[in-house]
């Protein structure tokens, strides 16, 4: 009966394990990438290619080189907090901007993302080329990792 209750108490005592993906700390030297973080990798590109949809399908005037960009944050559960504008254009372009980013509502985070909330800086803008990159940087004065989402649509 011993053994049985020993048993019974390491089962209960043993810390359930489950696949998570690790961002590491910032100063490793360990570069993030989609190879080395694919989970975080493709949540933000499944959400950069919903920006990219809503940011081509609105209807706005706007020359070559203009681009505005916000930091917000994203909840595990996909709401959107302190939103700041970052890089201005001007308030009819910014507007605009903030208008597509509040449109796309981001998913809740999938299974094995380790993290309460992500520091997001989204950039739409037009250039002379079409481009969609993210990637994980440093996030100035926080000691948060930076997802970044460039949308930028040939104009």
Not at 12 to 28: A, D, N, Q, V, Y
Request: net charge positive; glycine share 6%.
């Amino acid at each position: 009966m011993k053994k049985i209750l020993i048993l019974l108490l390491i089962i209960l005592l043993t810390p359930k394990i489950g696949f998570s993906e690790e961002l590491l700390p910032r100063g490793t030297g360990i570069r993030k990438t989609k190879e080395t973080n694919p989970i975080y990798f493709g949540y933000m590109e499944d959400y950069a290619k919903e920006l990219r949809k809503a940011f081509e399908k609105k209807r706005m005037f706007a020359l070559c080189h203009w681009g505005a960009e916000y930091d917000l944050i994203i909840t595990r559960e996909g709401e959107i907090k302190d939103m700041k504008i970052s890089i201005y254009q001007n308030k009819y372009f910014d507007k605009k901007v903030k208008e597509i980013i509040m449109s796309v509502k981001p998913l809740p985070f999938r299974d094995g993302m380790n993290l309460d909330y992500m520091r997001f800086s989204i950039y739409l803008g037009y250039e002379n080329y079409e481009e969609l990159g993210v990637s994980i940087g440093a996030a100035a004065r926080s000691p948060d990792n930076c997802f970044m989402i460039d949308v930028t649509l040939k104009k």
